[in-house]
């Protein structure tokens, strides 16, 4: 077997490199990895960025050029970019998938293990809200904030405000609008720990940074990769068969267990015993509990 370390291809909106953001969501991997940086945005002159501007029916999405710049993109534009920047992942090196980008809203057709920023962010909320808890969402534009709905999310009691990353003022004022707030979840990749912070001292509540989510479920979907009796797979995948946990790297993804199923080649009636499996093993109800888990344990090892 290799000891070549596992390839992750990370998808950001952007242009790339972006380095902090990469940084963060490896610093406390366990196993060393490959990293790969592709930006949807990579190779485009300031004009052709200019011409993915949103028109004024269109949804929006922020994100950073080149030079560290703040710019506002067309949604179903930027989508398609970032569809074009998969398809460039090399098949032949088995790599891993992060999608850091939580304003998508959508999925993408990927024959590789992979991690979606903005189903990651829906499963933790989902599982946090099925406790029945009341949820705080920060994102970065009043548009999503105001007329944009998560329709994972639909059926959960959530409150939503707009504040950039980075502006102190507009952090301050959402952490305090937020703080009758349980949990209050910071719902893009690009807000950084100093946010977090300015958010929690407002709020006085328990802040989820999105980054933070997306590493632990990257730290599953690698755990999955260990080499036979490595101990750096946490206990909690002890016991699984080898299908089991073909299966546990594929639920973080929201898929169904007919898109499983076709993932893996088997029949949806085996990938619900298989989740029936998993789950009573785990002591949990659903993949949201799952997500929560997985991020719950990485809290308690480092703060999320």
Same mark, same amino acid.
């Given at each position: 077997?290799?000891?070549?370390p596992?390839?992750?291809y990370f998808?950001?909106?952007g242009?790339?490199?972006?380095?902090?953001?990469?940084? !963060?969501?490896?610093?406390?991997l366990?196993?060393?990895?490959?990293? *790969?940086?592709?930006?949807a945005? !990579?190779?485009?002159s300031p004009?052709? &960025? %200019?011409?993915?501007?949103?028109t004024?029916d269109e949804?929006?999405i922020?994100?950073?050029?080149a030079?560290?710049q703040?710019?506002?993109?067309s949604?179903p534009?930027l =989508?398609a970019r970032m569809?074009?920047?998969?398809?460039?992942?090399?098949? !032949?090196q088995r790599?891993?998938?992060?999608i850091l980008?939580? #304003?998508?809203l #959508?999925?993408?057709d990927?024959?590789?293990?992979t991690?979606?920023?903005?189903?990651a962010? @829906?499963?933790?909320?989902s599982?946090l809200a099925?406790? #029945? @808890?009341?949820?705080?969402?920060?994102?970065?534009l009043?548009h999503? %904030?105001?007329?944009?709905?998560?329709?994972a999310?639909?059926?959960?009691?959530? @409150?939503?405000?707009?504040?950039?990353?980075g502006?102190?003022? =507009?952090?301050?004022? =959402?952490?305090?609008? /937020? $703080? *009758?707030?349980?949990?209050i979840?910071?719902n893009?990749?690009?807000?950084?720990a100093?946010? %977090?912070?300015?958010?929690?001292?407002?709020s006085?509540?328990r802040?989820?940074?999105a980054r933070k &989510?997306? =590493?632990?479920?990257l730290?599953?979907?690698? $755990?999955?990769?260990?080499a036979?009796? $490595?101990?750096?797979?946490?206990?909690?995948?002890?016991?699984?068969?080898?299908?089991?946990?073909q299966v546990? /790297?594929?639920m973080?993804?929201?898929l $169904?267990s007919?898109?499983?199923?076709?993932?893996?080649? &088997?029949?949806p009636?085996?990938?619900?015993?298989?989740?029936?499996?998993?789950m009573?093993?785990?002591n949990?109800?659903?993949?949201h509990?799952?997500i929560f888990?997985i991020?719950?344990?990485?809290s308690a @090892?480092?703060g999320i």
């Amino acid at each position: 077997m290799s000891n070549r370390p596992t390839a992750v291809y990370f998808l950001t909106a952007g242009q790339s490199p972006r380095p902090d953001l990469i940084a !963060d969501v490896t610093r406390a991997l366990p196993l060393p990895i490959e990293a *790969h940086e592709i930006g949807a945005l !990579d190779g485009l002159s300031p004009a052709a &960025i %200019a011409a993915l501007a949103p028109t004024e029916d269109e949804a929006q999405i922020m994100t950073f050029d080149a030079g560290g710049q703040w710019i506002t993109l067309s949604k179903p534009r930027l =989508a398609a970019r970032m569809a074009a920047a998969l398809a460039q992942v090399p098949v !032949d090196q088995r790599p891993l998938v992060v999608i850091l980008s939580t #304003g998508l809203l #959508g999925d993408f057709d990927t024959p590789f293990p992979t991690v979606n920023a903005q189903r990651a962010l @829906e499963s933790t909320i989902s599982a946090l809200a099925e406790m #029945g @808890e009341q949820i705080g969402i920060i994102q970065p534009l009043p548009h999503q %904030a105001a007329y944009e709905a998560i329709p994972a999310l639909s059926s959960y009691k959530v @409150e939503k405000i707009a504040a950039r990353m980075g502006d102190r003022t =507009a952090l301050e004022q =959402a952490g305090r609008a /937020l $703080s *009758h707030c349980a949990f209050i979840v910071l719902n893009a990749v690009s807000y950084s720990a100093a946010d %977090a912070d300015i958010v929690r001292a407002a709020s006085g509540r328990r802040v989820l940074l999105a980054r933070k &989510i997306v =590493a632990s479920a990257l730290q599953l979907l690698l $755990s999955t990769r260990r080499a036979p009796g $490595s101990d750096l797979a946490p206990d909690l995948l002890s016991g699984l068969t080898p299908r089991q946990r073909q299966v546990l /790297l594929l639920m973080p993804e929201g898929l $169904s267990s007919k898109l499983i199923a076709r993932r893996l080649g &088997i029949s949806p009636k085996t990938v619900e015993i298989h989740r029936s499996q998993i789950m009573r093993r785990l002591n949990v109800r659903s993949a949201h509990e799952l997500i929560f888990l997985i991020a719950a344990q990485r809290s308690a @090892e480092g703060g999320i």
